[in-house]
């Protein structure tokens, strides 16, 4: 079983930067790929960013790359999306996922976090 609580939400203007958190909990953690999911109003929730329980590989969105770094720090039980050269358009709830297996772009992950809202004013 694993545990998510997301943290690090909040608004800022165009061009700006955020750093989001996940705090996991549950002996399964460190074996556990990770991910960063969004759903912005009116639309389905969306694959952000993801990474694999060693942290060998990283996948992104198209519309995020080279913007946005997914890290994990095993020893805090901890990821973290660091987003840079934010826009209006990244303006969604962004939520944390786990599962045991690693499936990128794929948005039927077995654990979700509560979410956390990131606003980008223009």
């Known amino acids: 079983q694993v545990q998510l609580v997301e943290s690090g939400g909040g608004l800022v203007q165009a061009g700006g930067s955020l750093r989001l958190s996940c705090a996991a909990s549950g002996h399964s953690f460190k074996v556990y790929p990770m991910g960063w999911f969004r759903q912005a109003p009116g639309k389905e929730r969306e694959f952000v960013a993801g990474?694999?329980?060693?942290?060998?590989?990283?996948d992104y969105r198209d519309s995020v790359k080279g913007r946005f770094t997914i890290s994990r720090d095993v020893a805090k039980n901890t990821v973290y999306l660091h987003m840079n050269s934010l826009k209006p358009e990244d303006t969604a709830v962004y939520y944390c996922?786990?599962?045991?297996?690693?499936?990128?772009?794929?948005?039927?992950?077995?654990?979700w976090g509560q979410g956390t809202q990131v606003t980008v004013s223009s």
């Open positions: 996922a786990a599962d045991s297996d690693y499936r990128p772009y794929d948005n039927d992950w077995g654990y």
């Open positions: 990474i694999t329980w060693s942290a060998y590989r990283t």
